[in-house]
């Protein structure tokens, strides 16, 4: 309500909005699992049609699809909905680009779970998950993570091979630590045919990769190494060690650790290259990349959304001679790049 | 990113900041529980104080608060934050205007718990919750509710005094059906001292009503009608009969069933006024409003948020003669004055 000086007087929307957010999130995965947005996409666009090509009730899904539409994932005209150009693209199973999978890791129970006594685990300082969190030794949640979170990957990895010119066919060895789906080194290889992948994950993480590097055509040149980062043999002479959302899991002792192993195991002219969320100085701005550290609180011991000026200190302090930010915009990830 | 003719590309962004929407809830939950807000109010301003004064680690602190910032609840400078207009007003305990006690309610175990399984929900058209919901006799949810809900019911209840003009002090009998914590039916007791108010809930819940009218001063005009709103006798003679928050949680026949019966105990110039969430005909606007129905979804058989025009037939069928809307903005809420 506007005040008579032109001032906005005091107002509890964002309060409600916040305490209610939870709901956002429950109808969202709920309209994936009941696949309304390809039943749309199809055709089945009132609630009596989606009821019987979702097998729901027409009052569950008139409810839902009215507040998918006030949450910006469908349009409603005469009393008909249709999807969005984003909903079309990323959430109707028919698209290449859909993410749906995506869902069954972000919601997924243990996720969530992380979340629901928040202030013990603000009082604590760390996850309140069992053993070390999500990074406790072959936590199944990686294999989950592999399967469900590929598909979005694959844009990052295309612009990861872009900024490193993998097309420009250099011979290459890449290790690719804590590799999950493998698409970051997949990429590299699909777009450079004197590139070797050598993927460190967890065995049944690896498995995933190996199928994933399978379907890409590139199986040949996809090496595995079973194990944890801190603990398996890297082997030596690599042009690129990547390092994709995974520094943010631990804290700075134990990424100066890996980062020390990492440079050995580099060739002299090698680079490290790491993916990850990356905010300014002030810690909340960009919105996304900054509060990508609440999730590392509810998850992880001792992880964190590290600013570029703490991840500089902490690869001059393994021995790396430079470091380069780049961003990876519109997506909430930056680059370093960092020379041995 | 913007395409070369202008038009923004697809982009997932929405999707991801509504599957993570849940962390939101936990985050403002956990702040207001460690009463974060009260004491940056207080001039603990950085994670180091603020872990201190809430017995926080801090890493945790830091943190939430940098989250709380991203969302809008704080501000950051030199490493120091500060509260918002709103934050002051409705988060910091010191406040009048505190409504920190809404989140125990909105963000309770059961109504979270609600949400759980929400595909099930639209499958089945209705809670999942056991019995009616909460809907069910005497679900002690309501006695929360009236401990929590009732200080932000009190600009609502300010308003519909003003509108009812209880002021010019009219001789009233009112009846304030569900009256919860009762601020409705005390506002109109405490600027009309010739109003006698005819509480109805069940017993546990008079219970808040009747310490709320002691603390008002008009104990001795607020009267007590134990029961459910369908089987208690309302007894006759009403020159108003009050139905706010409660329309929402039932099926048309129910309603019009109550309101038959409200329309009976209304004196021959009496009306009925209903406070309650309702959109326009097209469902989904205005937001705050629309997205009500979503809540009843998950916590009753078969509530809604109805439309003015739906109303208007229940209250036509139960033989009223007319209906007035009246917004309640910036408030989400909306009266309707219905004559006998």
């Known amino acids: 309500m506007a005040s008579p000086t032109g001032h906005t007087q005091p107002n509890p929307e964002l309060i409600f909005e916040t305490l209610n957010a939870h709901q956002r999130t429950a109808a969202l995965k709920a309209a994936i699992e009941l696949d309304v947005f390809t039943a749309i996409g199809e055709g089945a666009n009132t609630p009596a049609a989606l009821g019987k090509r979702c097998q729901a009730a027409?009052?569950?899904v008139r409810i839902l699809c009215d507040y998918l539409v006030i949450m910006g994932f469908l349009n409603k005209e005469a009393q008909r909905y249709s999807l969005t150009p984003d909903s079309a693209m990323f959430l109707d199973r028919r698209s290449p680009a859909?993410?749906?999978?995506a869902a069954s890791f972000l919601s997924s129970p243990e996720l969530i779970g992380a979340f629901k006594n928040f202030a013990a685990v603000v009082r604590k300082g760390g996850s309140m998950l069992p053993g070390e969190g999500t990074t406790t030794p072959e936590n199944p949640i990686w294999v989950e993570f592999a399967r469900s979170m590929a598909p979005m990957q694959i844009p990052l990895a295309e612009a990861m091979a872009k900024i490193l010119k993998a097309d420009a066919g250099?011979?290459?060895?890449?290790?690719?630590?804590?590799?999950?789906?493998?698409?970051?080194?997949?990429?590299?290889?699909?777009?450079n045919p004197n590139a070797e992948?050598?993927?460190?994950?967890?065995?049944?993480?690896?498995?995933?990769?190996?199928?994933?590097?399978?379907?890409?055509g590139?199986?040949?040149?996809?090496?595995?190494?079973?194990?944890?980062?801190?603990?398996?043999?890297?082997?030596?002479?690599?042009?690129?060690i990547l390092l994709t959302n995974?520094?943010?899991?631990?804290?700075?002792?134990m990424i100066e650790l890996l980062l020390?192993?990492?440079?050995?195991?580099?060739?002299?002219?090698g680079r490290a290259v790491t993916l990850d969320f990356i905010p300014n100085d002030d810690r909340v701005t960009p919105p996304r990349a900054a509060s990508f550290s609440i999730i590392m609180l509810a998850t992880t011991p001792d992880g964190d959304a590290y600013t570029f000026s703490e991840y500089q200190r902490m690869f001059r302090d393994a021995g790396f001679s430079s470091n380069e930010l780049v961003s990876l915009g519109p997506a909430p990830h930056s680059l370093i790049i960092s020379r041995k």
């Open 246 to 253: 995974i520094l943010h899991h631990f804290d700075p002792v």
């Open 170 to 191: 250099e011979k290459w060895k890449v290790l690719d630590i804590a590799a999950g789906h493998g698409m970051f080194g997949i990429a590299l290889a699909k777009h």
């Open 260 to 269: 020390r192993k990492v440079r050995a195991a580099l060739a002299p002219n």
């Open 98 to 101: 859909c993410m749906g999978s």
């Open 218 to 240: 590139v199986a040949v040149r996809h090496h595995l190494i079973p194990g944890s980062a801190f603990e398996a043999d890297f082997g030596s002479g690599y042009d690129l």
């Open 58 to 60: 027409e009052r569950g």
């Open 197 to 216: 992948i050598y993927a460190l994950d967890w065995p049944r993480v690896l498995d995933v990769a190996t199928e994933n590097a399978a379907k890409a």
